[in-house]
């Protein structure tokens, strides 16, 4: 038997992973870069990166070395610095450091060693998110489902929690810290450590729940109110590749993008950019196309853009 280190079962929510130089999908920028798997969708995997970056990338771009505190194991090979006598055990992490997990075993002793020779047990595959509550104050740590990918990394106030809850949690709204709001899932959402609520900052969290109210009171009059380029990208996202999803948010951010635009920002060719303008508008984005001639070449050029915004 020998060491798997593209273990899938490895890449759970918190692992600690670093990008691989020789990888298909990740930004050069985080090669070699340390974050941690913040999600898995659709065959990638989503990192936070230690400098604060994200990125998304295929399973076998990344190496784990690291795993959550808590997280129950099984030494599959004695492989690296894992004592043979523990090879076959099962365990629950206890630290990591180094690029080394340590394991207490079910025999009361621990070791360590490298995580790639590790299998999680499928009982420890369970949902690695905090209930929340309205009031409580978060980060947004990913964007797969719901959230809006701009809001990445922004911090805000809980105002509302519905839904049942599933797999990855109940619908939170949320009010940012900028004054904007969104609402995505509980396993989007890093919950961050209680803090001293000022009465500012309970009226923030009073008044989103006050709008949700007031919108659902309006929602007849609004229905018949023609959607925004944002709201058909929000219903219509789930539906969308990563990469056309990374298209969105660069026309969205630069107004308009050219195919070398495209090529600059995410390495798209003008093939694959036709076929990412295609997944939006299939969702319903009025994403149009207009011709421009360079005036020093006189050569033709296309510019994408949406639809009632500016160039």
């Not at 450590?193 to 929602?219: C, D, E, F, M, Q």
Request: charged share 25%.
């Amino acid at each position: 038997m020998t060491s798997n280190n593209s273990n899938q079962s490895l890449l759970i929510v918190g692992a600690k992973v670093r990008v691989k130089r020789d990888n298909r999908l990740f930004e050069t920028e985080y090669e070699g870069q340390v974050g941690e798997v913040t999600g898995r969708e659709r065959g990638f995997v989503d990192v936070r990166f230690e400098n604060g970056g994200t990125d998304y990338g295929y399973p076998d771009d990344v190496e784990v070395i690291g795993l959550p505190e808590g997280t129950r194991v099984h030494l599959e090979v004695a492989g690296g610095a894992w004592l043979p006598r523990f090879e076959g055990m099962t365990g629950v992490v206890r630290m990591r450091g180094r690029g080394m997990v340590f394991v207490r075993f079910d025999n009361g002793i621990t070791d360590y060693g490298p995580a790639r020779y590790l299998e999680v047990v499928p009982e420890a595959r369970k949902p690695a998110f905090e209930r929340l509550s309205v009031g409580d104050r978060i980060r947004v740590i990913s964007a797969w489902h719901r959230f809006m990918s701009s809001q990445i990394g922004k911090t805000g106030i809980v105002g509302r929690v519905h839904g049942i809850g599933g797999s990855r949690g109940r619908v939170v709204e949320v009010r940012f810290d900028d004054g904007s709001t969104d609402d995505g899932l509980e396993a989007e959402c890093e919950k961050l450590a209680p803090i001293t609520v000022s009465s500012n900052t309970a009226t923030a969290a009073g008044s989103l729940v006050k709008v949700s109210r007031i919108t659902a009171a309006r929602g007849m009059k609004q229905a018949d109110r023609p959607l925004t380029v944002a709201q058909i990208y929000w219903k219509g996202r789930h539906k969308l590749t990563p990469l056309a999803r990374s298209i969105y948010a660069l026309i969205d951010g630069m107004g308009s993008i050219t195919a070398l635009d495209a090529m600059r920002a995410k390495g798209v060719s003008s093939g694959s950019l036709t076929r990412r303008i295609t997944e939006l508008r299939d969702i319903g984005l009025p994403v149009v196309r207009e011709t421009h001639k360079d005036p020093l070449t006189g050569r033709r050029y296309g510019k994408w853009r949406f639809a009632g915004t500016s160039k």
